[in-house]
């Protein structure tokens, strides 16, 4: 089946602008994870969506960072006013959800450049 | 806050050795143990997860391990070949309301034919 989707997967931006970055989750998955990877680095957190609850946004950097997911379906992760330290591979993760912990699915990212 | 470190950063094998990865963990309420294997331009692939409720699992030339006296697991890949060569990342996560991933900081394996 069609696993996690996210577009575009590479954008290159001057510093300034804004960029919203999308993902699709597998179909059926109420969990929409956002991380981000830095060159060289592991993941780091950004936010967290499980269904209709608040999104748990104690990873994001700065008030630039927003995140929204409509319809409980597809996740929009918006940057603005973008600095050349925003630029990594921005992840989106998906999973079911239940009592325990469900394995996490991931896109293969969109790469972001800063000029 | 949780932290997950890994060892080593970088690790060499022969092709047919056995490969072993290790990361430690911080908060002893973390229950769930992943590993990703990730290659290069692509997102990470799970391989193989652990619940703390279990000591070891297999999946064909994959193992893992988990110590929860100590506070660490390892990642053990046996007969080792040249498509095993990528980035390897562990991570730790618990139940409740944040059940995000935290990652180690990554192992590049290579298998030398």
């Known amino acids: 089946g069609a696993g996690v989707s996210q577009s575009p997967s590479n954008k290159v931006t001057e510093k300034g602008k804004d960029v919203e970055l999308r993902c699709d989750p597998i179909s059926g998955h109420t969990a929409l994870y956002w991380y981000r990877q830095s060159l060289g680095q592991g993941l780091e957190f950004l936010i967290y969506?499980?269904?209709?609850?608040?999104?748990?946004k104690s990873g994001l950097p700065s008030d630039r960072f927003s995140a929204e997911r409509t319809g409980g379906s597809v996740s929009t992760l918006t940057i603005q006013r973008t600095q050349q330290e925003d630029s990594a591979v921005y992840l989106c993760?998906?999973?079911?959800?239940?009592?325990?912990?469900?394995?996490?699915?991931f896109g293969d990212g969109t790469r972001l450049s800063i000029l | 806050g949780e932290n997950v470190e890994q060892h080593p950063s970088t690790l060499s094998v022969q092709e047919g050795d056995s490969a072993v990865i290790k990361c430690t963990y911080s908060?002893?309420?973390?229950?769930?143990f992943p590993w990703y294997k990730q290659e290069l331009g692509k997102g990470p692939q799970l391989i193989i997860d652990?619940?703390?409720?279990?000591g070891e699992k297999k999946d064909q030339r994959i193992a893992v391990t988990l110590n929860k006296t100590a506070k660490h697991f390892s990642l053990h890949i046996t007969e080792t070949q040249p498509e095993d060569s990528a980035v390897y990342f562990c991570a730790a996560s618990k139940s409740g309301s944040a059940r995000q991933l935290t990652f180690g900081s990554g192992t590049q394996l290579t298998v030398l034919p």
């Open positions: 652990i619940r703390s409720n279990v």
């Open positions: 993760a998906s999973s079911l959800v239940g009592f325990d912990n469900q394995p996490q699915h």
């Open positions: 908060d002893s309420a973390s229950n769930y």
């Open positions: 969506f499980q269904g209709n609850s608040a999104p748990d």
